[in-house]
C-alpha cells in the first residue's frame, strides 16, 4: 500500500510540474491534479497537506533539475572559466524552464509553516555545490567566510540578470544580452576580489 501511496505523489508531482510549466502557477490546482491521476480530490488532500506542499516538491524536483544542469559534465578545467560556464548555465535554464524556475523563487504559500529541513537541506546542498566550484577561481589564503559571502554575493547578482531578463526587463539596464552580462560580471567580480587581494 506504502509503495502505491509514493508512486501516486511521485505521479502527482509530476503531474503539478507538468501544468506549472505549460501554464505557470494559476494552472496548478488540487482539482486538475486529481482529475490527472483519476482520483478525487480527498485522496490528493490524503497525499498532500495542502497546494503549497505540491508546490514544494514540485520546487524541490526543479532545484535538482538546476543543480543537474549546472555541473553537467563539460565544465572548463581553469577556474575562472568554469564559473562563468555555470553563470551561463543557470542564465541558460532560467531562460529554458522560466515558468518553474519562477515558481521556486516567486510563489507565496498561504500559510506561516517553516520551510521544511529536507527542501533546505537541497537548496544548501546546490548553493555548497556552487561555492566549491566557485572558490578555486578566487585568490588562495582567502579567509573562508570572507569567501562563502563573497561567492554568495556573486551568485545572487547572477540571479538578478537571470530575474531581469525573465521579466524582459533586462533592455532597461543594458543593451547586452543575459549570458554576455554574466560573463562581464564574473570578469569584473573576479578582477574586483584579486586587486583587493
Request: hydrophobic share 50%.
Amino acid at each position: 500500500m506504502e509503495q502505491s501511496r509514493d508512486a501516486l505523489r511521485a505521479r502527482a508531482v509530476e503531474l503539478a510540474r507538468d501544468l506549472v510549466t505549460t501554464e505557470g502557477l494559476p494552472g496548478l490546482t488540487i482539482r486538475r491534479i486529481a482529475a490527472g491521476l483519476g482520483c478525487s480530490v480527498g485522496t490528493v488532500y490524503n497525499l498532500f497537506v495542502d497546494l503549497d506542499d505540491i508546490v514544494l516538491h514540485v520546487a524541490a524536483l526543479v532545484v535538482d533539475d538546476l543543480h543537474a544542469a549546472l555541473f553537467a559534465p563539460g565544465l572548463p578545467e581553469e577556474p575562472a572559466a568554469a564559473l562563468t560556464e555555470i553563470a551561463r548555465r543557470y542564465i541558460r535554464f532560467s531562460a529554458e524552464q522560466p515558468r518553474t524556475w519562477a515558481m521556486v523563487f516567486e510563489h507565496e504559500p498561504g500559510h506561516d509553516r517553516p520551510t521544511p529541513a529536507w527542501h533546505l537541506d537541497r537548496i544548501a546542498g546546490l548553493l555548497a555545490a556552487v561555492r566549491a566550484a566557485a572558490a578555486p577561481a578566487f585568490p588562495p589564503g582567502a579567509d573562508s567566510g570572507q569567501l562563502a559571502a563573497s561567492i554568495d554575493v556573486l551568485w545572487a547578482s547572477v540571479h538578478g540578470i537571470a530575474v531581469l531578463a525573465g521579466k524582459g526587463k533586462l533592455g532597461f539596464v543594458t543593451t547586452a544580452n543575459a549570458e554576455a552580462l554574466a560573463d562581464r560580471l564574473v570578469a569584473t567580480f573576479l578582477r574586483g576580489v584579486r586587486a583587493e587581494a
